[in-house]
T-cell receptor, first 115, second 114 residues
Framework: AQKVTQAQTEISVVEKEDVTLDCVYE???????LFWYKQPPSGELVFLIR??????QNEISGRYSWNFQKSTSSFNFTITASQVVDSAVYFC????????????FGIGTKLQVIP | DVKVTQSSRYLVKRTGEKVFLECVQDMDHENMFWYRQDPGLGLRLIYFSYDVKMKEKGDIPEGYSVSREKKERFSLILESASTNQTSMYLC?????????????FGDGTRLSIL
């Protein structure tokens, strides 16, 4: 069975600090997809990134970057120079290639950026 | 822009009532999902549907049922509401199987069962 672990339940940082959110996953499949979503206080989950298991290149999008390492089954998310608007709950998720896109979510990491 | 709309943002019901949560998407997506979100437990899948009139149980279907009569609408039904069903309910949709497209979520319905 697939599993996603986000060990950090809550993180607080001061604005402009860098912060890394950890995600460790378990799956027996060789083909799978990993996702990160952001849930601001308004409640709606917003998609941030999708990565398939064959693409281990790290990705950068503005202040956001993702580090995918199959050797450690991790897909970590770093926010550089954090801002108050980054305050949200962040979810890591895993989808195996078969089936009807059933996605397993981690429990989420609540990030608070203090001005 | 894509849109998933949940009928109520907040809902208060009584124990034993039959409760309907409605979700509509305007993206012509085949796949639709219902999750509940609880502190410390993340999102847990209740039911999903990959086509009209089709449904599959998720991880926690007990006490719930669903209906998908039209492609754009996916309803979650609490047959006889209980206090342990007090939660945030999230609806999502995605394009068809095989491409693993990201799910698009509604704003959520915060349901309280008294």
């Amino acid at each position: 069975a697939q599993k996603v672990t986000q060990a950090q339940t809550e993180i607080s940082v001061v604005e402009k600090e860098d912060v890394t959110l950890d995600c460790v996953y378990e799956t027996r499949d060789t083909t799978y997809y990993l996702f990160w979503y952001k849930q601001p206080p308004s409640g709606e989950l917003v998609f941030l990134i999708r990565r398939n298991s064959f693409d281990e290149q790290n990705e950068i999008s503005g202040r956001y970057s993702w580090n995918f390492q199959k050797s450690t089954s991790s897909f970590n998310f770093t926010i550089t120079a954090s801002q108050v608007v980054d305050s949200a709950v962040y979810f890591c998720a895993l989808s195996e290639a078969g089936g009807y896109q059933k996605v397993t979510f981690g429990i989420g990491t609540k990030l608070q950026v203090i001005p | 822009d894509v849109k998933v709309t949940q009928s109520s943002r907040y809902l208060v019901k009584r124990t034993g009532e039959k409760v309907f949560l409605e979700c509509v998407q305007d993206m012509d997506h085949e796949n639709m999902f219902w999750y509940r979100q609880d502190p410390g437990l993340g999102l847990r899948l209740i039911y999903f549907s990959y086509d009209v009139k089709m449904k599959e149980k998720g991880d926690i279907p007990e006490g719930y049922s669903v209906s998908r009569e039209k492609k754009e609408r996916f309803s979650l039904i609490l047959e006889s509401a209980s206090t342990n069903q007090t939660s945030m309910y999230l609806c999502a949709s995605s394009s068809p199987e095989g491409r693993h497209q990201p799910q698009h979520f509604g704003d959520g319905t915060r349901l309280s069962i008294l």
